[in-house]
């Protein structure tokens, strides 16, 4: 989950989840008063966010907000030039930063958690609000001159305060600011523009819904988990599944027999929210590339990527690339057996393989050559088991402790709220909540939203982050609690590590802090934890029939699985590769002379990266990375090369994915630093090398590309 400086990108829309667990937490910080006199012996501050209830509220705190910072502002904007020094200008930007974030963290959350349509609407309207406002602050050109005339003493700094410094100059001269005035007032004016149409963007994903309504034989194949939900049977053979929502989705197009209706989810799919987010995708295109070179970039991939480890377009394409054709045979077989598995279905010597297959026959290839069912692994995978095991290892290998408190407010019920301290000196470091299940008009997928981040304050003390893991997974039905397929147990361990990367921050600056890191990197430390949901050892610990908990999953199906997996990195890997180069040939080929071709462009990118998409679709109006991670969305696979060069570091090591001296070595040199340091560093003191890419070609089956 990528944060990014509020101050520099326009408040940036901030995208980067029981029962009563079976983590025993600590009697002596069991609730947060006592959590907080703790607190105080470490300097730290301990205190949970006050959300907005109503859309007055949610007003209210966009208007304050947007004052306060303002006012801070007028203070760095009046500081004569003798009068400068760290703390009041560079340092004081931060603060603001951390005030404005703040407001902007909460807002998001309820934008996309919320219950009420009205308070979703308003916390829409309030962030909108905010990213315009928020562009107009890298224009204040009086807060521009202070900062300035203080970076031209050329002070002697080190460390993070160098850094922050040399970052807050980089991002003026990228927003414009050494430009002429009329020419820093239209980049400014096309920025508030671009910020407030990738809002509605956004919006437009979250509302777009679709149900299809099925039979019982039309859904011949589809899984008990999905057959038994809670409103999903609808009428006496009548069966509605919502195309928007992932689980449902995906347990349609992973096990339903009839092409015709995977076909149909698909489409639909495809189709979701075209019509409102056609037009401005090509809008969005248009202003980024405008901007991009008015800022003296060739294009809006250059811009983005300055900033991340790739440094420029060319080199993520061509990493992209060479990953496409390393590939290239693997996915020929792999598209080759999935096409025996259609012929011999089907009974058509000449079937193929279309879009709406390959997950399908995928799933049927672990059942077949593999013998593994993914559904049938299920009943090893209860939702509140996977949880426990999850924290009893996260609290292993960084050396914290878990404890379940009271949530003085629930946005909704069933929410929880858990403390995370520090096990060896009881250190109170931070909070999570788990909003667990789907409903209408949540966030759809997976991910982690801070709330409150991290930073050393005025006074010294240091502010202790708050984040929320919001997740989808199938709700309990009957007798049944929630079930999990191991795709989203993986989710789970990978979505709890950003977790822990925000929490377990060090670093003084909320800049800084937790995930604000790189976007080619930010993803890696979490794809890395995926690792432990393959080992036998780590899964043995929590994975267990919840019918007889006695009952391990088999060594022999774990093997079968895993080998499985990899049949399939062919296809996995050159679908992602297909939405990491549509992104960046987008943003580097789209104009705003040229935006009416930027879906024949993805559409042609996607179908000759995969497999074609059907006719008249637009799959990117309803990519929300689009505007997440736009120009970005390389960077998957680029942290998917450092992770696999991270796990090695726990597989060479004495206790494997157990060992504690190698997971405090993670949570010192990459979680606790964030970006305060460069994160190349960072990553070569946990390896104790140079990186290498050779782990991950010999995990994903390339071939080597000269």
């Given at each position: ?20 667990s ?48 303002n ?12 009068k ?24 998001y ?37 202070a ?9 002697q ?111 639909e ?33 250059d ?15 061509a990493f ?23 012929v ?35 009943v ?8 426990d ?12 402790t ?6 003085p ?74 079930l ?8 789970l ?19 800084f ?16 934890l ?66 009416t ?21 637009a ?88």
């Amino acid at each position: 989950m990528l944060k990014q400086s509020i101050l520099m990108l326009a408040l940036a829309t901030l995208a980067t989840s029981c029962a009563t667990s079976m983590v025993k937490s600590s009697p002596k910080q069991s609730s947060l008063p006592e959590l907080q006199r703790v607190g105080v012996k470490f300097k730290n501050v301990l205190r949970l966010p006050e959300f907005e209830t109503t859309p007055a509220a949610v007003k209210a705190t966009a208007d304050q907000t947007m004052a306060a910072a303002n006012a801070a502002l007028d203070q760095i904007g009046k500081l004569p030039p003798g009068k400068v020094n760290f703390t009041n200008t560079i340092g004081a930007l931060d603060g603001i930063g951390f005030l404005t974030s703040g407001a902007m963290n909460r807002l998001y959350l309820i934008k996309e958690t919320s219950t009420n349509a009205a308070m979703r609407e308003a916390a829409t309207d309030a962030v909108k609000r905010l990213q315009e406002w928020g562009v107009g602050l890298d224009y204040r050109e009086d807060v521009y001159r202070a900062v300035k005339a203080y970076a031209d003493t050329q002070p002697q700094l080190v460390g993070e305060e160098a850094k922050l410094l040399a970052d807050t100059m980089r991002d003026y001269r990228r927003a414009g600011l050494a430009l002429p005035k009329p020419q820093r007032d239209e980049v400014e004016r096309l920025r508030k523009e671009l910020a407030s149409v990738s809002t509605d963007f956004d919006s437009n994903i979250n509302q777009a819904q679709k149900g299809i309504k099925l039979t019982k034989a039309e859904l011949d194949g589809a899984p008990d988990s999905l057959l038994d939900a809670p409103g999903i049977k609808t009428g006496a053979d009548e069966y509605t599944v919502m195309v928007n929502v992932t689980w449902q989705y995906l347990a349609v197009m992973e096990h339903v027999k009839s092409e015709a209706v995977r076909q149909r989810m698909l489409t639909e799919q495809n189709r979701l929210a075209l019509a409102e987010n056609v037009p401005l995708v090509e809008k969005i295109l248009g202003l980024r590339d405008n901007i991009a070179k008015r800022l003296g970039y060739a294009n809006w991939a250059d811009y983005q990527i300055e900033v991340k480890m790739a440094k420029n377009g060319k080199t993520a394409i061509a990493f992209e690339e060479k990953l496409r054709d390393g590939l290239q045979p693997k996915f020929d077989a792999e598209l080759a057996e999935f096409r025996k598995l259609k012929v011999a279905e089907t009974g058509d010597p000449n079937a193929q393989i279309n879009l709406w297959d390959w997950r399908y026959y995928a799933d049927q290839l672990k059942k077949t050559k593999y013998n593994v069912d993914g559904e049938q692994l299920r009943v090893y995978f209860p939702m509140q088991r996977v949880l426990d095991g999850m924290f009893a290892i996260y609290q292993r290998i960084f050396g914290v402790t878990f404890a379940q408190l009271d949530p003085p407010y629930q946005w909704v019920d069933g929410l929880q709220l858990w403390a995370v301290t520090d096990t060896p000196t009881g250190e109170p470091l931070g909070f999570f909540y788990l909003d667990l299940f789907p409903r209408e008009g949540k966030f759809h997928h997976f991910a982690m939203f801070p709330i409150i981040d991290g930073k050393r304050l005025v006074d010294g003390t240091y502010q202790r982050p708050v984040i929320s893991l919001v997740c989808n997974f199938p709700p309990p039905s009957g007798d049944k609690p929630s079930l999990l397929d191991h795709d989203s147990v993986e989710t789970l361990f990978h979505e709890f590590g950003h977790a822990m990367h925000a929490i377990l921050t060090r670093a003084q600056f909320t800049r800084f802090a937790g995930t604000s890191v790189p976007g080619d990197f930010v993803e890696a430390p979490s794809q890395m934890l995926e690792n432990w949901t393959w080992d036998k050892k780590v899964l043995d610990s929590f994975a267990a029939d919840y019918r007889d908990p006695s009952k391990k999953i088999p060594p022999e199906i774990l093997d079968q699985l895993q080998a499985a997996k990899y049949a399939t990195y062919g296809s996995h890997y050159r679908r992602q590769l297909s939405f990491g180069l549509m992104d960046l040939y987008l943003h580097t080929q789209i104009t705003a002379a040229n935006a009416t071709n930027a879906i024949p462009l993805a559409n042609a990118t996607l179908n000759q990266t995969f497999l074609p998409v059907p006719e008249g679709t637009a799959f990117i109006a309803y990519l929300g990375h689009f505007t997440g991670y736009d120009a970005g969305y390389y960077g998957y696979a680029w942290a998917d090369a450092i992770a696999a060069d991270m796990a090695t570091v726990f597989e060479n090591s004495p206790g494997g994915y157990y060992d504690v001296e190698t997971g405090r070595r993670l949570r010192e040199e990459i979680y606790s630093k964030g970006n305060a340091r460069d994160v190349n560093e960072s990553i070569e003191k946990f390896l104790g090398r140079p990186r290498s890419i050779e782990p991950f070609l010999k995990k994903i089956g390339a071939q080597p590309q000269k």
